[in-house]
């Protein structure tokens, strides 16, 4: 069922293409309209495995595939201020249901909340932007997914309010970003240890403010976050819950090679558990921290954030992020210390920008608090053995993606996991991918 939307997807933007296509990189426009499609088929051989609990990767288990197509709308309403909007599709499942390995294995399952698709309601994404000018030397901006063809001022603020996802403005990496063209693994596409505001499709609610110069950025932003763990409701409550991120963005040049290094810190409060509790609370059960949430429980923690340059068509990555861990994981996964490395090799058959090798490694850990939780056979919303013999979880990702056409690329991706979900008694796990992409 999946493959034939996907099939008659692709059909139509590929028939399409023509009437579509349009260079508007040189001029300013009132309007833009994009697409794209990705879907990512999984599977797994069967692994070591003594025991398993109900938030495990499986030992055996069929493919699995996923599926996301999205319509970006841009519109002009007035001088400075646009509105978007995204229409979204998502279907599919990732495998165990996207559980049992904190790196999460398909980035594109956190948009998923159904097996059958199903239309994102109101809409993925529905903001409105505005930019205010703080200078008059003017800077082009080419057109891409919601980012319509202008000239904006050098120097500005931006303000966005409305639905979207927090990563389009922050935590940004040009190498290892976006799992619809980049690598699969959540650890990956954004920092592990960063539990960011998001309802299970990765989308928020909230305000965002940036200050933008050609020699630095700083954006603070302020949104709602779920109010069950990991569900789609928003917590109404916003005075005692809700999320605050700030980020100082610095682009700088070494031999002449562009990189840019971002600073990143959180808070959030939320109607959470406590694991400590949770344990001491346990009278002879698996302890469950879902009956310890109160009000006035927060996390909070930092990322570093670097992409650099090397050499022509050949660049790399790192992130290192932390968070508190003393109460439970409420938003993205449960990683509470992080850091992932790796690069990209552009044109490394053809010509640049037709095909890429990437390979990257990450190593996710968790705190001492909820270490004991694990080890007590509690679980959460992503991980849980029943029980746990400790070892930090590693994940090498390999990856090569080719251009088919100038608007489908097709990407076969491989993972290995050494601890899935922080545990040595299990794995080592072998992940292989096959990633379709349309983008218009």
Not at 394 to 415: C, K, P, R, V, W
Request: charged residues 20%; aromatic residues 12%.
């Amino acid at each position: 069922m999946l493959n034939k939307i996907f099939i008659s997807l692709c059909a139509l933007i590929i028939l399409r293409e023509k009437s579509f296509a349009q260079d508007t990189s040189a001029h300013t426009s009132d309007w833009s309209f994009h697409f794209q499609a990705t879907t990512i088929d999984q599977v797994h051989p069967d692994f070591h495995s003594p025991y398993e609990g109900s938030s495990s990767l499986k030992s055996h288990e069929n493919d699995k595939i996923s599926i996301t197509s999205t319509i970006y709308i841009g519109w002009r309403i007035w001088n400075g201020g646009e509105l978007y909007i995204n229409p979204e599709i998502a279907g599919g499942a990732g495998l165990s249901g996207a559980s049992g390995v904190a790196g999460a294995l398909n980035g594109e399952t956190y948009r998923i909340g159904s097996t059958a698709p199903e239309l994102t309601i109101p809409f993925a994404r529905i903001y409105l932007q505005e930019n205010i000018p703080l200078t008059d030397e003017m800077v082009a901006i080419p057109e891409t997914p919601n980012q319509m063809a202008e000239l904006q001022p050098a120097k500005r603020l931006t303000i966005t309010l409305g639905k979207y996802s927090i990563t389009d403005q922050f935590d940004a990496n040009s190498v290892s970003h976006d799992p619809r063209s980049q690598f699969f693994n959540w650890s990956l596409m954004s920092a592990g240890a960063w539990d960011y505001p998001a309802d299970t499709k990765g989308y928020t609610i909230g305000g965002t403010v940036e200050y933008i110069t050609p020699t630095f950025s700083m954006r603070f932003a302020s949104d709602m976050v779920a109010k069950v763990a990991n569900e789609l409701i928003f917590d109404p409550n916003f005075s005692k819950a809700n999320s605050e991120t700030f980020e100082v963005e610095i682009p700088h040049n070494i031999l002449a090679n562009p990189g840019t290094i971002r600073i990143l810190t959180f808070y959030t409060t939320a109607h959470m558990g406590n694991y400590l509790q949770a344990i001491a609370e346990d009278s002879g059960h698996a302890p469950d921290i879902t009956v310890t949430r109160a009000y006035g429980r927060s996390k909070y923690g930092f990322e570093v954030n670097i992409d650099q340059q090397l050499r022509k068509n050949f660049s790399a990555f790192s992130r290192t992020s932390w968070n508190d861990g003393k109460n439970e994981t409420w938003m993205f996964t449960e990683i509470d210390r992080s850091f992932s490395l790796g690069c990209a090799l552009d044109g490394p058959f053809r010509k640049p920008g037709d095909d890429i090798i990437r390979g990257a490694v990450v190593i996710n850990g968790i705190s001492d608090d909820h270490r004991m939780y694990l080890e007590a056979g509690g679980k959460g919303f992503i991980i849980g053995d029943g029980k746990l013999n400790y070892g930090s979880e590693i994940i090498l990702e390999a990856q090569y993606l080719t251009h088919i056409t100038n608007y489908f690329a097709l990407s076969g991706d491989y993972q290995f996991v050494m601890n899935p979900g922080y545990n040595k008694d299990r794995g080592p796990v072998h992940v292989f991918g096959l990633r379709g992409h349309v983008e218009l």
